[in-house]
């Protein structure tokens, strides 16, 4: 990797590899992940549960040993000198981390002089963020009474108290209702505008979709894909059709394969009530289509057609949609 | 920025925590209180009888509650541990520069001054039921019971941090708890026990503080009983306190 490279990259990782003994079996976590998530850039990393996002994000955060590999953060090696990483990144993991007898502006202070900023000079930050990220009605509360929203704002607060060059969020939007989500969003967006690097996990398509410039998707510890969303949609090429039938579930599994066998259909999964078909050739799949419907009498509520969606490059990539990912194979196959 | 500020800082989220929280003050004062109202009443018909020669009942047995005190004071440190790893705090504190030592500290000063306050309202208030405290001894005697808490409250933490689990980590200090305490003669005297009890006796750290605290009340501040207790304390405090700030770096990065 050259100096330029390096240079360009507010994080980078080279053959990035972690296991954990589970009992008496060897797990590999993250085997070999490469990535460059450029300077100022919301970097989505997107995955199942158990895809090695969080470990890979605790590893560049310090808090987990590196077993191989390299890694580079704000211009700095992790493994050789994690104190000075520390003092360049935030983190908001998965916990989130605000100390909950304390008030939100005690945890602000604390945090502002652990990184050794003098009293005024954090109380001064302190109301900055209180201002930027909406704390102002419960600044003086107990964390203790928050709601989930204020909780995860004052959190995101706390990893940027110090003006990192990069902010790592671990399922920054997990558990927060589609309004904070948003509001959140637009947030971390302002942040960017300021410069910071945001790297942030998540296993939500539409969150890597809308919030993320660049996303690489991860699977079994492996980086299958990495790209703009945009970039990988188009990647996987042609449109996708989504047939919405009054069919009753049971009967969906029969249709998609009656679907699937047609020529001009390369890929077909059942999506709830709808089945979602990818092809290359809109117009000859369309016809194709209605005349299967047709013939099995099967009456249509809608017919779309859409680009791919992000869910569809994760299934393309792993041979499995991303929302069963997480389970095991007895449930995939049902 | 330095070590001591950092200390500093965290010790006082930690001191306004603990005031935020008048359970956990009343639950610390309500032990050595009942010991007071209702088990030393029944050393009474003692008094004067073997292991209690020449001296108030109380003189033998508020020493020893204040020992109990200082133990207890630090082994809850670990309860807090486990919650503070569970809403993600501790991850937190360890991604900023803070030393890991200094973390630790935080919570051993806490529960050091956390036993100075309400053990002095113990011997106060045991005074005019007839406990003859000896001034110089009690202050070296507390410091000597803060040596036991801050060996317990860097113990109880890193066992925390170990076992991760408030069911495992209260199965393990209560275990080792009764018959430390047992062992110690806080209760009543060793010198009341079988020959093999008494053996078993100096493998308990609270025995030496124990055995230490009655002297010094008594006022004998430079004594080899004393000497000793400080240590075994000391030592068992550094090996705590080194133990504990090496499970923190490796467990929290």
Redesign the interface.
Known sequence: MGAQQETDCAVSTTGLRKSFSIGRKRVEAVCGVNLCVGRGEIFGFLGPNGAGKTTTLRMLATLLQIDEGEAIVAGVDVRRRPGDVRRRIGYVGQLGGADLPATGRENLMLQGRLYGASKAETSRRADELIELLALGDFADRSARTYSGGQRRRLEVALGIMHRPDVLFLDEPTTGLDPQNRANLWDQLRALRSTGTTIFLTTHNLEEADALADRVAIIDHGTVVAEGTPLELKRQIGGGMFVVYTGLPPSEMESLRTALAGLEPISEARVDGAAVRLRTDNGRAAMSAIARVLESRNVPLAALSLSEASLGDVFLQQTGRPLRDAGQNITEISR | ?NFA??TQ??FR?KM??LI??PVWIFAGLASPLLYLALFAPLLGALAGGPGFAGSSVLDVFVPGVVILMAFGAGMGAGWITVAEL????L????????SRFALLLGTVLRDMAWLVIPALLVIVVAVPFGFHPNPAGTAVLLALASLLTAMTSAGSSALGIKLRQIGSLAAVVTGLQLPLMLLSGILLPLSLAPTWLQVLAHFDPMYYAVEASRTLAGGSIVSGTVGVAFLVLGGLTVLSLWWATGVYRKA??
């Open positions: 920025m500020t950092q800082l965290l989220r306004l925590e935020r929280q569970d809403s993600g705090v991850e937190r504190l360890t991604v900023t520069p803070a929290l990065a």
